[in-house]
Nanobody, 123 residues
Framework: QVQLIESGGGLVQAGGSLRLSCEASGGTFSSYVMGWFRQGPGNERDFVAT????????SYADSVKGRFTVSRDNAKNMAYLQMNSLQPEDTAVYYCAADRNWINGPRWRPDYWGQGTQVTVAS
């Protein structure tokens, strides 16, 4: 069973950038599809992005396409979310997630979750 720990959240001005990291342990990292979700104040947890086991395929929510980039380093058991051109509406707790199965887009329902990291974008 894989354990996930996120880091890299914080406070940033609108238009700025942040890079979130997700460290995985307890499993064979390359066996897992990795992804990111977020939950803003008063909102449900929403899909952000996924990346396939060896990084060949990615999928993004429409709201982040062209601004966010998901990546992974299987040698380091790490996944990343590079977030550029951040806007106040991106303010949320961001969760790293993992699952053995790939489903394209927001229908992906991962089994494993991190604790989340807060991202706050000031206007």
């Amino acid at each position: 069973q894989v354990q996930l720990i996120e880091s890299g959240g914080g406070l940033v001005q609108a238009g700025g950038s942040l890079r979130l990291s997700c460290e995985a342990s307890g499993g064979t990292f390359s066996s897992y599809v990795m992804g990111w979700f977020r939950q803003g104040p008063g909102n449900e947890r929403d899909f952000v992005a996924t990346i396939s086991r060896f990084g060949a395929t990615t999928s993004y929510a429409d709201s982040v396409k062209g601004r966010f980039t998901v990546s992974r380093d299987n040698a380091k058991n790490m996944a990343y979310l590079q977030m550029n051109s951040l806007q106040p509406e991106d303010t949320a707790v961001y969760y790293c997630a993992a699952d053995r199965n790939w489903i394209n887009g927001p229908r992906w329902r991962p089994d494993y979750w991190g604790q989340g990291t807060q991202v706050t974008v000031a206007s």
